[in-house]
């Protein structure tokens, strides 16, 4: 078994990586496990424990999708959070919903349904994931930071996408990407 998703790796590591600087300096006491700059992407697909042998059948449908998709560009759109108002779980940094992205994720979902993988029931909002909060002993420092952020405006062209491989350890996920998947340039 293989722990695989089907991501698009994010360029401009620097600009999250603040965002996390700042929410580390509010949130001196909280537990919270930050994502590592080389981890961050938006998840269009996640699969789970794959048999090895589905494998290449993954990837011709990926390879089918991408090129009839073309490339397309995400805006930023805001700093938020999954969870109760009491006690979230994930700060993201998010990107606004258009709809190629929104096209290629529902392609891949419909088209690995086929394969026998689950569509999930959740709406997809395209996002990285900055952190996972363990415990949030600053609540209304960071409820603050959330609401009165003002997001730096990013433009990022999407011209591929990539199937990951996960490995969980004691220190946290590690990503290794088994195939890019270029987008169709016409």
């Not at 496990?33 to 449908?61: A, P, R």
Request: glycine share 4%; proline share 3%; with cysteine.
């Amino acid at each position: 078994m293989i722990r695989l998703f089907i991501g698009i790796k994010m360029n401009h590591q620097d600009i999250f990586k603040k965002y996390q600087q700042e929410l580390q300096i509010i949130l001196p006491e909280s537990k919270i496990n930050w994502t590592s700059e080389e981890n961050f992407h938006i998840t269009l697909k996640f699969l789970g424990d794959v048999k090895s042998y589905f494998v290449n059948s993954i990837k011709m449908v990926l390879e089918h999708i991408t090129g009839n998709c073309p490339a397309f560009e995400l805006i930023s759109d805001r700093i938020g959070y999954f969870g109760k108002d009491s006690s979230p779980k994930v700060i993201w940094y998010g990107f606004k919903e258009n709809q190629m992205i929104s096209s290629l994720q529902n392609h891949i979902a419909s088209s690995l349904e086929r394969l026998g993988f689950d569509i999930e029931e959740k709406r997809f909002y395209p996002h990285i994931t900055l952190a996972r909060i363990k415990y949030l002993k600053e609540l209304e420092e960071f409820k603050e930071f959330i609401t009165g952020n003002k997001i730096r405006k990013i433009v990022m062209r999407v011209e591929d996408i990539q199937l990951y491989k996960s490995i969980l350890t004691q220190s946290g996920p590690e990503y290794t990407i088994l195939e890019n998947f270029i987008l169709n340039k016409n």
